[in-house]
């Protein structure tokens, strides 16, 4: 089993910036991807970016292209997501999630999820 938890969501203004935190623990694997997905009320889970452990491949999702920025430290099993220049239609509840393999943007593939962090962009 592998546990995700993460860290770093909160209110802020649009414009601003927050930087969230995912650290994995548990089962480890040679090849993994760790991800971002988010969901607001009313609508389905989405993806947001992720990265594999090699750091060789980030997908992102088109909404946050330029804003956002998935990062890895493999040394900590930790995963960040820094995000800038917000919206208030980034309000959503963050969810990190990981698969064994190559990066996918599909939450289908992910075997493991998170609780999730919530973050409020006011306008």
């Known amino acids: 089993q592998v546990q995700l938890v993460e860290s770093g969501g909160g209110l802020v203004q649009a414009g601003g910036s927050l930087r969230l935190s995912c650290a994995a623990s548990?089962?480890?694997?040679?090849?993994?991807?760790m991800g971002w997905f988010r969901q607001a009320p009313g609508k389905e889970r989405e993806f947001v970016a992720c990265?594999?452990?090699?750091?060789?491949?980030?997908l992102y999702a088109d909404s946050v292209k330029g804003r956002f920025t998935i990062s890895g430290d493999n040394a900590k099993n930790t995963v960040y997501l820094q995000m800038n220049s917000l919206k208030p239609e980034d309000t959503a509840n963050y969810y990190c999630a990981a698969r064994e393999g190559g990066a996918s943007s599909l939450p289908q593939h992910y075997a493991y999820w998170g609780q999730g962090t919530q973050v409020t962009v006011s306008s």
């Open positions: 990265i594999e452990r090699s750091g060789a491949t980030t």
């Open positions: 548990g089962r480890t694997f040679s090849s993994y991807t």
